[in-house]
């Protein structure tokens, strides 16, 4: 179990912004930081990881005390047991893919692991490899392979997979769940996409403004209706063609770019550069498979 209870007072763009939250996270559970940009997500992992001291509050990891203002703890991250896996892999680039992950052991750990990992993670065509000579996705298996090496009792990912295209994101999510499920890990997600935290995570804390505004299963927290009657996308115009006497519209979805029809009192409120909802009304959607898994 780790009990998370925190303030620290933060300076927003908008002016003071007090952070002020109260967390479990319960052994073994997959958890979601959810929420606006600038609500504290980051600086959540960080203080738990003993990057930044919180003003007050208590950080208690399996029974060990890792922060208490009160007692005046603060135990150095170093003694920390955690893995830390941030959206730019920060690899060292002088440092083949097997050096970057010996580099992470301490004085006294088992350097067996790092075999174990390559093999698990199935790293092993890489390992003579620098950072810049492999993909987005490669670096950052090599990142979170290296969060595990010094068996950390939680994982802190803070969007890790933002900078991939869709597939990669995909494979690496399936990634994440088979470590999560083979080590068992308690881990937290810092996440904007509601489809990546529903395909990994059991819980999700919705922050806003430094608080904890929301918290449930990823159901509860992103799907509005029980049963949808209708279908919402929020899009942005692209280009508007006149195809008399309708109008096609080009929009942009998420990372697909879709045509669809309007009509002439539709299309008088639009220009290029609007954020339109579509809605489809369809009870009975066609559904195709798109892939093999
Ligand atoms: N050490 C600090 N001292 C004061 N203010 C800070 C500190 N670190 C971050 N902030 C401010 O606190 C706010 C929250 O930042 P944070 O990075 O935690 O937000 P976030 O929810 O992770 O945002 P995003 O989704 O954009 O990454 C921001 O306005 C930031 O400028």
Known sequence: MIEVSIKKELLSVDGKL???IDMNFEDGEFVALFGESGAGKTTILRMIAGLEVP???RIVVKNQVWFDSQKNINLHPSKRKIGFVFQDYALFPNMTVKENLTFAL????????IDELIETVGLKELINRYPSQLSGGQQQRVAMTRALVRR???LLLDEPLSALDHTMRHKLQDELAKIH???NLTTILVSHDPSEIFRLCNRVYQLESGVVKKEGSPSEIFVKEKISGSFKFVGEVLAIESCKPVYLLTVAVGTQIVKIMATESEREELHIGSRIQIVSKAFHPMIFKIDST
């Open 55 to 57: 003003d007050s509050g």
């Open 106 to 113: 301490q004085k006294g750990d088992d350097a067996e692991i």
């Open 18 to 20: 007090e952070l002020s």
């Open 181 to 183: 499920k083979q080590f």
């Open 152 to 154: 950390p009792n939680i």
